[in-house]
C-alpha cells in the first residue's frame, strides 16, 4: 500500500545512506519532467498568446494526506501524475490511464475516486488522501492493509494500493457492509491475479474487527 507494507531502505553499495527506494524515485522523476516535455508541449505551429494562457495560474495548493502541498500543474494534468510523479507518492499506481483498473484509486474528501482521469486541477481545496496517508499515528498498518494480509489479498500488489483505498473508502461509508455491498464496492478495482475473493475476505474481516473495537 504505498505498496501495502512500507519498503524497508536497502543501501546501494558504496551510496552511503542513499536507499534504493529513493534512488529509484529520483530516476523515475527526472524521467517524468523530460517525458513530460513531449506530453504537455504546445505543437510547433500553435498560437503563443494561447500558450501563454495555459501556463497561468499553474501553482495549485493541495491538501494531501493532511498536508499543505504547492505544486506547478500544467492545465491537463491528472491526479495520478501530480501523486507520483511531482509529489513522490509512488503508491498510487497507474495502469490501464483510462478509468478501468483502479488501481490509481484515492479518496477526495472521503470518497473513492480514480485518480487517472481526475485533473488536478479540479481537486484545489479539496481532501485528498493516498494510501500512504493511511497509517496510523505510531506508522501501524490500516486495519484494512491488516485484514489483506491475514486473507492473503496482495498477489503480484501492483492493484494492492487501489483495493486498499477502495476498501477503506466503503467501510468509512459502511462500516459494516454484507459482503454482496462490498463486492459491488470493489468491482471497480480489477485483479491480474484473480484474488478477487482474498481482497473480499480482507474486507470483510476488517469490518468485522472493526466492529469489536
Not at 495555459?54 to 498536508?67: D, F, K, Q
Not at 507518492?89 to 480514480?114: F, Q, S
Not at 503480484?156 to 477502495?166: D, E, K, N
Amino acid at each position: 500500500m504505498s505498496e501495502l507494507l512500507p519498503g524497508v531502505s536497502e543501501l546501494l553499495p558504496g551510496r552511503g545512506s542513499v536507499s534504493r527506494r529513493g534512488f529509484i524515485k529520483g530516476v523515475i522523476a527526472a524521467g517524468a519532467s523530460v517525458s513530460a516535455v513531449s506530453w504537455f508541449a504546445v505543437p510547433a505551429g500553435a498560437p503563443q498568446q494561447g500558450a501563454a494562457r495555459g501556463a497561468l495560474g499553474r501553482l495549485v495548493t493541495l491538501e494531501v494526506n493532511g498536508r499543505t502541498r504547492r505544486v506547478d500543474v500544467l492545465p491537463q494534468e491528472t491526479l495520478a501524475m501530480t501523486l507520483r510523479y511531482k509529489l513522490g507518492l509512488t503508491g498510487t499506481k497507474l495502469g490501464c490511464d483510462r478509468a478501468e483498473c483502479g488501481a490509481c484509486t484515492v479518496m477526495i474528501d472521503g470518497v473513492a475516486h480514480y485518480s487517472c482521469s481526475t485533473l488536478t486541477q479540479r481537486v484545489r481545496g479539496r481532501g485528498i488522501t493516498t494510501v500512504e496517508g493511511l497509517e496510523g499515528p505510531g506508522a501501524e498498518l490500516h486495519p484494512v492493509q491488516s485484514a489483506f494480509i491475514e486473507e492473503l489479498g496482495p498477489q503480484c500488489g501492483f492493484c494492492t494500493p487501489g483495493q486498499v483505498m477502495a476498501a477503506a473508502a466503503l467501510l468509512r461509508a459502511n462500516p459494516s457492509p454484507t459482503r454482496e455491498e462490498a463486492r459491488r464496492a470493489m468491482s471497480g478495482n480489477l485483479c491480474r491475479c484473480g484474488a478477487y475473493d482474498h481482497y473480499l475476505n480482507g474486507v470483510m474481516r476488517a469490518a468485522r474487527e472493526a466492529s469489536r473495537v
